[in-house]
């Protein structure tokens, strides 16, 4: 098996500084919160629900989920709480939907990444 390292030390200055430069314009810390946030099993199904979806009430989603309205409730809060999701009430209803199309993308391309990576063994 080969070592995933290199066997020499070959530092690209240019490249290093360019990327440390475009890195130190970005915020890391509230992009790894959106990944730990879609981390969930449940949560993730929820937003690919969302996703096939353009909005579902609690009741929906928690069927969807196989669970209670109230466990549904609490996972699309959080979604809603780190800016993946939002939510509107209609009478008695509240219907979710994802955040803008970016998060919808963002979803479905995971899953079709993890589709490839399967079928690629």
């Known amino acids: 098996m080969a070592k995933e390292i ?6 690209d200055e240019e490249k290093v500084e360019r990327v440390q430069r475009q890195l130190a314009d970005q915020n890391p810390l509230e992009v790894a919160k959106i990944f730990k946030a879609l ?3 449940t949560r993730i199904k929820i937003a690919y ?3 096939l979806e353009d909005k579902l ?3 929906d989603v928690a069927n969807i989920i196989g669970s ?3 466990t549904a409730s609490y996972h699309l809060r959080l979604l809603k709480n780190m800016g993946l999701a939002k939510y509107s009430k ?3 209803l509240v219907y979710y939907s ?3 199309a970016h998060v919808k993308h ?3 391309v995971a899953f079709i990444h993890q589709k490839e990576v399967v079928s690629i063994g």
């Open 90 to 92: 209609e009478g008695k």
């Open 98 to 100: 994802l955040d803008d």
């Open 6 to 11: 290199c066997d020499v030390v070959c530092v």
């Open 106 to 108: 963002l979803v479905q």
């Open 49 to 51: 629900a969302l996703s």
């Open 39 to 41: 981390s969930d099993d």
């Open 57 to 59: 009430c609690v009741c």
């Open 68 to 70: 209670s309205t109230a």
